[in-house]
């Protein structure tokens, strides 16, 4: 089940003035709103984020609330899901001042507010931590030399081509469940291409895929659902995705574990992969400092590092 995309016009108090300009200071007008634009399209998704079905509106108001586009009507937000790989963002409009409000991934989302020259991804609060330049272990780096035997492109992202498929085989199971589906919390949506695409981006928490797919477990098991077994396989293979990764400055580190149990013994000892050509040694994120193998999370929930082997146990 897909749904139809809709954009809406939005204007922030903070705005800049969208009066005329003369003429010949059209290009650096031009380049003034275009920042701007992009900082409040930052400011609009962190306002956001504070937003649920039962906060307080005023009619007509537009605005996004928990990955859906929303409207409020008689005082309360009407709901109206994305598709699949989608959420709702706050966009900066290119040629002339102001924002938009539409479904998109957060990848494109983030791209084009940094194309504005704003900084700090989607909110503007992307934390800047601290590199202490770790040193990985020499059996790490001799499994790095190892892998590396066959010459790769340099990488800034190793992402996945496959995401939009993965959400969308969740929401497919889930709508022939025949399981409840609620308008303001859909988990035929915000377990596919909400939280689920979320959880695989290489800032996401290192346990949010488990969360995840421990929802998709527990939907499973609700009374009255059609395929349970199929849902608890896809529930499964989704935990054993990769996350994507990022460059850190010459290198793309591993991503970190989870370090605690499931809900579900479904999903007991069940962890993320990681993707060819992350360097093994390494481990982080956009958002988590840079640490080398050994220290906390860069083994699997329960399982001790081997330093002298680059291994978990």
């Not at 275009?34 to 537009?62: E, M, V, Y």
């Not at 272990?137 to 498929?165: F, N, V, W, Y």
């Not at 085989?169 to 695409?197: F, H, M, T, Y």
């Amino acid at each position: 089940m897909r749904f139809s995309q809709v954009a809406f016009s939005v204007t922030l108090a903070v705005a800049v003035s969208a009066s005329p300009m003369p003429a010949d200071n059209n290009h650096q007008s031009r380049a003034q709103f275009t920042l701007q634009n992009g900082k409040d399209a930052q400011a609009l998704n962190k306002q956001f984020q504070g937003l649920s079905a039962s906060s307080s509106c005023n009619d007509g108001q537009q605005a996004c609330v928990k990955g859906q586009l929303a409207q409020c009507v008689g005082g309360k937000f009407v709901m109206t899901p994305c598709a699949a790989t989608l959420q709702c963002v706050a966009l900066p409009l290119v040629n002339k001042p102001g924002t938009s409000i539409t479904c998109d991934t957060q990848q494109d989302a983030e791209s084009r507010i940094g194309n504005t020259g704003a900084t700090g991804g989607l909110l503007g609060t992307r934390d800047i931590v601290a590199r202490a330049n770790p040193v990985p272990p020499p059996a790490c780096e001799a499994k790095k030399q190892k892998r590396s035997t066959m010459p790769m492109p340099l990488l800034k992202r190793i992402a996945q081509t496959d995401l939009g498929q993965v959400a969308q085989s969740w929401q497919n199971l889930c709508v022939a469940s025949g399981g409840p589906r609620p308008p303001n919390n859909d988990p035929c949506v915000q377990l596919a291409g909400i939280n689920g695409i979320n959880a695989l981006l290489a800032g996401a928490d290192a346990c949010a895929q488990q969360d995840n797919a421990d929802a998709m477990v527990n939907f499973a098991k609700l009374p009255g659902i059609k395929n349970k077994q199929a849902l608890i396989d896809n529930a499964i293979a989704y935990r054993k995705h990769p996350r994507n990764a990022l460059d850190e400055g010459g290198f793309v580190p591993s991503t970190l574990f989870c370090q605690k149990a499931p809900q579900n013994a479904e999903l007991n000892g069940l962890v993320n992969g990681q993707l060819q050509g992350v360097d093994p040694g390494l481990f982080g994120s956009p958002k988590v400092a840079t640490v080398a193998f050994g220290a906390p999370g860069t083994c699997p929930f329960g399982q001790t590092a081997d330093v002298a082997t680059c291994t978990c146990h």
